[in-house]
């Protein structure tokens, strides 16, 4: 019996961007944009730096929150799958 796996990112199996991996670039860009503007008037005080801080640490636990949300998804796919394939036996 062949088993098939389905992923909410089907790129990602062939080299593609799995979508955290799309959240986390675009949250990191945000940050870099936002520390940008920040420099822009040519004087970055501590209130800045402490900012950017900020932004880098909530991107991390938002980053954090993707892969245990990916985990908890893949652990639940596998179990529904083993679930099927169980009742499917028992069928006989």
């Given at each position: 019996?062949?088993?098939?796996?389905?992923?909410?990112?089907?790129?990602?199996?062939?080299?593609?961007?799995?979508?955290?991996?799309?959240?986390?670039?675009?949250?990191?860009?945000g940050a870099d944009m936002k520390e940008g503007?920040?420099?822009?008037?040519?004087?970055?005080?501590?209130?800045?730096?402490?900012?950017?801080?900020?932004?880098?640490?909530?991107?991390?636990?938002?980053?954090?929150?993707?892969?245990?949300?990916?985990?908890?998804?893949?652990?639940?796919?596998?179990?529904?799958?083993?679930?099927?394939?169980?009742?499917?036996?028992?069928?006989?």
């Amino acid at each position: 019996m062949t088993t098939v796996k389905l992923t909410a990112a089907p790129a990602a199996g062939n080299g593609g961007m799995v979508m955290s991996d799309l959240s986390k670039t675009i949250r990191d860009t945000g940050a870099d944009m936002k520390e940008g503007l920040r420099k822009a008037d040519g004087d970055e005080s501590l209130g800045d730096k402490a900012a950017g801080l900020g932004d880098r640490v909530e991107n991390v636990v938002k980053d954090a929150g993707d892969t245990v949300h990916e985990t908890a998804d893949d652990a639940s796919r596998d179990a529904s799958y083993q679930k099927g394939r169980a009742d499917e036996m028992n069928r006989s």
